[in-house]
T-cell receptor
Framework: AQSVTQLGSHVSVSEGALVLLRCNYSSSVPPYLFWYVQYPNQGLQLLLKYTSAATLVKGINGFEAEFKKSETSFHLTKPSAHMSDAAEYFCAVSDRGSTLGRLYFGRGTQLTVWP | NAGVTQTPKFQVLKTGQSMTLQCAQDMNHNSMYWYRQDPGMGLRLIYYSASEGTTDKGEVPNGYNVSRLNKREFSLRLESAAPSQTSVYFC????????????FGEGSWLTVV
């Protein structure tokens, strides 16, 4: 089974500061990679996903993530945090070798944005 | 745009009671999923259905059953609820195959006392 690790269960930044949320996967074959966001009392919403050769993926709300095979990482960044970015973020992977679309989730990172 | 709709949104059960969580999607997706979310654990897959007529166990299937009633609907049943099943449950759906976006419902908050 796939495994994904999110470093840091809580991240706090000031408004306008860089957001960096870390995600590492454990697989010899690079999987499909996803970032989802969850606002309070809501379901999960896709931010971005990596499924092809383009290693820098741009998503919604100004977020982007870079796939680095050598580091088995898919970290999420945003140059300037906004108060509305406060939410929980989940990294997820899907086994590229499988025909099924099931996702394996990390434990999540709660992002707090201070004014 | 309904997307994935799940009911009920909130439910309190007594230990040993049974209940069914209902889920329906209007995106004509073949694949459907039930996840549970617990603090600090992320989302864990309970059951999934790759296509109408098929269901398979995920990571944490014990204590649950599912029914893929038709292409639109995928229900989750707790036959004899236990406090360990207190959780937030999410139904989701996607196109069949890998790498496709999975779309989530808004969640069902279940408390077992």
């Amino acid at each position: 089974a796939q495994s994904v690790t999110q470093l840091g269960s809580h991240v706090s930044v000031s408004e306008g500061a860089l957001v960096l949320l870390r995600c590492n996967y454990s697989s010899s074959v690079p999987p499909y990679l996803f970032w989802y966001v969850q606002y309070p009392n809501q379901g999960l919403q896709l931010l971005l996903k990596y499924t092809s050769a383009a290693t820098l993926v741009k998503g919604i709300n100004g977020f982007e993530a870079e796939f680095k095979k050598s580091e088995t990482s898919f970290h999420l960044t945003k140059p300037s945090a906004h108060m509305s970015d406060a939410a929980e973020y989940f990294c997820a992977v899907s086994d590229r070798g499988s025909t099924l679309g099931r996702l394996y989730f990390g434990r999540g990172t709660q992002l707090t944005v201070w004014p | 745009n309904a997307g994935v709709t799940q009911t009920p949104k909130f439910q309190v059960l007594k230990t040993g009671q049974s209940m069914t969580l209902q889920c329906a999607q209007d995106m004509n997706h073949n694949s459907m999923y039930w996840y549970r979310q617990d603090p600090g654990m992320g989302l864990r897959l309970i059951y999934y259905s790759a296509s109408e007529g098929t269901t398979d166990k995920g990571e944490v299937p014990n204590g649950y059953n599912v029914s893929r009633l038709n292409k639109r609907e995928f229900s989750l049943r707790l036959e004899s609820a236990a406090p360990s099943q207190t959780s937030v449950y999410f139904c989701a759906s996607s196109e069949q195959g890998n790498g496709n976006t999975i779309y989530f419902g808004e969640g069902s908050w279940l408390t077992v006392v």
